[in-house]
């Protein structure tokens, strides 16, 4: 598994949180992800909101705002399914992360 692997998983967890809240768009999105620190053109996104819409967790349509097109991506049923089984995964392994460093501080606190 690559990096890029890795972390578009991530993003994807990132995105659907904010799909929930309402419509979404790539400028948008991509400004969010910027703020959490990833930096990811329109090139690496495009393909996964696709994803995500070809999972039934996104519906798209396209706006023509200022005489461009903007493809909006609104959160299904389904994606609000997917999301709330997303949340209780990232519950538990974040809950893993954590006694985890809590048990090393233990050793470290316990050899020093």
Do not use: N, W
């Not at 910027?34 to 996104?58: A, C, N, Q, V, W």
């Amino acid at each position: 598994m690559t990096d890029e692997d890795f972390y578009s998983g991530l993003i994807r967890l990132h995105i659907l949180p904010h799909a929930a809240e309402e419509p979404i768009f790539s400028l948008g999105i991509i400004k969010e992800l910027r703020y959490h620190g990833y930096k990811i053109s329109t090139g690496t996104l495009y393909p996964m909101l696709h994803g995500l819409e070809k999972k039934g967790y996104f519906t798209t349509r396209h706006e023509r705002p200022r005489c461009r097109d903007r493809r909006v991506d609104e959160i299904t049923k389904q994606g609000r399914v997917a999301l709330t089984d997303a949340k209780v995964k990232v519950k538990e392994l974040f809950r893993e992360l954590i006694e985890g460093v809590d048990v090393l501080k233990e050793i470290v606190d316990g050899i020093a």
